[in-house]
């Protein structure tokens, strides 16, 4: 079946340093990406649609300049969380439909776990 | 805006006893899935209900998608230790690819 990868799982930053996270579907074109954050025990909170070729969507109240994603290819987002706080450990994960044949299905990737200390 | 709502939160059985969620959505919706994350791991899907009234069955799980299309419910028969983890209802934002998740439910059980 289908595979998105996610990469890295695990991360510890120090506070005010920056973290990329990729997202790669492995076998499937994806034009469009999610990506997630959820809180132990909690549900998944959209943060923003990640488009191939143009500028993301953000959900309400996820500023944007904190959260920079680019979606250079249609196999790859990323999502970089900049100037880092410890507010900001979470749990992020990335999900990915395919484009063809038009998928119903969310793949999720494994998801990534930041410590911000 | 367009709210999914899932119950129960928590639900704790013995191994062998049924369980039930209960998804609900404040408006109608085209489809609506379900998935399972296991602790420590990521959704995994399940299955997606389309038609008003329907329902699916996948060995010991029933699904069933309302006649209104806005409420949807996953019934689990004679669980077993394997069926541990959080299931999640979803439904697609209106107009949109984006999916809109229910709280979960977090199935723990007791062997």
């Known amino acids: 079946g289908a595979v998105v990868s996610q990469h890295p799982s695990r991360v510890i930053c120090k506070s005010g340093t920056s973290v990329k996270i990729e997202c790669r579907s492995l076998d499937f074109q994806a034009t469009t990406m999610f990506w997630y954050r959820q809180f132990p025990k909690k549900s998944l909170m959209l943060m923003a649609t990640?488009?191939?070729?143009?500028?993301?969507?953000?959900e309400q109240g996820v500023e944007k300049d904190k959260f920079l994603i680019n979606h250079a290819s249609l196999t790859l987002s990323t999502l970089t969380v900049t100037s880092a706080h410890p507010e900001d450990s979470s749990f992020y994960i990335c999900?990915?439909?395919?484009?063809?044949?038009?998928?119903?299905?969310?793949?999720f990737g494994q998801g990534t776990r930041l410590t911000v200390v | 805006g367009q709210q999914v709502m899932q119950i129960p939160q928590y639900q704790h059985v013995q191994e062998g006893e049924d369980f039930t969620t209960y998804c609900n959505s404040s408006?109608?919706?085209?489809?609506i899935q379900w998935y399972k994350q296991r602790p420590g791991g990521h959704p995994v899907f399940l299955i997606q209900?389309?038609?008003?009234?329907e329902v699916k069955k996948q060995k010991r799980l029933t699904f069933q998608f309302g006649e209104a299309k806005k409420n949807s419910s996953l019934h689990i028969t004679a669980t077993q230790t394997t069926d541990v983890g959080t299931y999640f209802c979803a439904g697609p934002r209106q107009g949109a690819q984006k999916l809109v998740f229910g709280q979960g439910t977090r199935l723990t059980i007791n062997p």
């Open positions: 209900l389309v038609k008003s009234g």
């Open positions: 990640s488009n191939e070729g143009s500028k993301a969507t953000y």
């Open positions: 999900s990915a439909r395919a484009d063809d044949p038009p998928g119903t299905e969310a793949f």
């Open positions: 408006t109608t919706l085209s489809n």
